[in-house]
Every structure is written in structure tokens, then in C-alpha cells.
């Protein structure tokens, strides 16, 4: 397994390492998780998930997976779109705090408690650099996904303008571990932007989500390019 590392920091955790660390850190923030993102992102996260929500394209009624649903952002937004959400996460705590009716279930997102083809959708918000394996956590997605269902990834990204790039690099690297850490848990927002060295390059996920059982692939740059969705469908 590859080892990743940040330029001037200790390798970052791998395999049933990063499982726990995970699990310990969003346990550690749940209390201010949502405050905190809507702070750091200036409101536009919430923004980002309705956009996610609407390139589903599912009918209402539609039964949603939410991976990693955290305190139940996603779910909501997907339930005020008339679809049926149900919200799976690692962590107990996050979903203690969540602010949902959608059912919730704590499990890991390599094994999803769903028998096969049981969804019509599935959406995943900035948790992809999380999984221990992005590719065996989409050959799960696409293994809960009825043919014709639809997959939805919302992650973090990086402008390509250069100007824009400089200018979010700074914030993204610096102020968000601060503002993130004086307002919660401090270790957790270090690990943020050092997280983001777990996610293949864009080329690479793309290929991934198609070798999983996927086409009509599609990537769009929300916020001046902050932020990327990744739809799919599954074939």
C-alpha cells in the first residue's frame, strides 16, 4: 500500500490506522461540524448540496444512500427534494448529532448493510479522501445501485486559474487549519488539507468510477473550482 505523505509532515495514516483515526476525529468535531463548514465555506457547502442533489435527476420518491452522512447535511437536502434519504457513517457521534428523520445507520463504507441493487441513488459529500480504498468503496456503490441509478461524489478541489489557485491554497493550507482549530478540535482541521493527498488525480477517479461498473461519467467545478462533482450512472 502507498504511502502517503505531506512535504514536512509524518505519513499520513493507512489502512485499519486510518479507519480509526477517522472514526476518532469526526467522533472529536461532531458537536460543531455543520457551524464550523458553513464558517469555513462562507455558506456555499450548502449550496454545493442541493446542487448535488438536483444532478441526481431521480424522481421523487427515489431512495437515496447518503455515505458518510455526518450530521445529516446531505440528507436533508435530498429529503427536501422529496427523495428518501437513508444516511450511513463511521462515526456514532456524528450521527448522534445528526438533524434528520431520515433513517441513519453506523457502518463502514466498504461494507454498506444494503442488499444489492436496493438504491436508486447515492450521494457522498467530502468524505471520498477518507475511505481506506476509493476503488472498493465505488465497486460497493455500484453494488447497492440498481441499473439506471444514479451516483453522486462531492468533494474538494483546486481552482485552475493560477491567481485563484494561490489565493485558495493559502486559505485552504492555512486559515482553515487555524479558524478550524480555534473553533474546534485542532488536530482534525490539520488533517484536512493534508487529506487531500489520499484522493487520485482527477484523471485516475474518473477512470475508477468507470471500471466500477459506471458511464456517463461526468465532473463539473463548482465555485470557481473549490469544489467538484462527479456524477455517474450506473450501468
Not at 514536512?8 to 483515526?21: D, H, I, Q, Y
Not at 450548502?46 to 444532478?55: C, D, P, S, Y
Not at 427523495?83 to 456524528?94: F, H
Not at 493560477?162 to 482541521?189: E, I
Request: glycine share 8%; charged share 20%.
Amino acid at each position: 500500500m502507498r504511502q502517503v505523505k505531506a512535504a514536512g509532515a509524518p505519513p499520513l495514516p493507512e489502512g485499519e490506522a486510518k479507519v480509526a483515526a477517522v472514526r476518532s476525529m469526526f467522533d472529536a468535531i461532531a458537536p460543531r461540524y455543520e457551524r464550523v463548514n458553513r464558517l469555513l465555506t462562507f455558506g456555499m457547502d450548502a449550496r454545493w448540496r442541493r446542487r448535488t442533489v438536483a444532478a441526481l435527476g431521480l424522481a421523487p420518491g427515489s431512495v437515496v444512500l447518503d455515505v458518510a452522512a455526518g450530521t445529516g447535511d446531505l440528507c436533508r437536502a435530498l429529503e427536501a427534494a422529496g427523495l428518501a434519504a437513508v444516511g450511513v457513517d463511521l462515526a456514532a457521534n456524528m450521527l448522534a448529532h445528526a438533524r434528520t428523520p431520515a433513517p441513519l445507520v453506523q457502518a463502514d463504507a466498504l461494507r454498506l448493510p444494503v442488499p444489492a441493487a436496493a438504491t436508486d441513488g447515492l450521494t457522498c459529500g467530502f468524505a471520498l479522501r477518507n475511505f481506506v480504498d476509493v476503488g472498493a468503496f465505488l465497486a460497493e456503490a455500484a453494488r447497492v445501485l440498481r441499473p439506471g441509478g444514479r451516483l453522486a461524489l462531492l468533494e474538494v478541489a483546486a481552482p485552475t486559474n493560477p491567481v485563484l489557485a494561490a489565493g485558495h491554497a493559502v486559505y485552504f493550507n492555512q486559515v482553515v487549519p487555524l479558524v478550524g482549530g480555534l473553533l474546534s478540535d485542532r488536530a482534525a482541521y490539520r488533517y484536512l488539507p493534508r487529506s487531500v493527498a489520499y484522493l487520485p488525480p482527477v484523471p485516475a477517479l474518473l477512470q475508477l468510477v468507470r471500471r466500477a461498473g459506471f458511464e456517463a461519467v461526468e465532473r463539473r467545478l463548482l465555485s470557481t473550482g473549490i469544489a467538484q462533482l462527479v456524477t455517474a450512472t450506473r450501468r
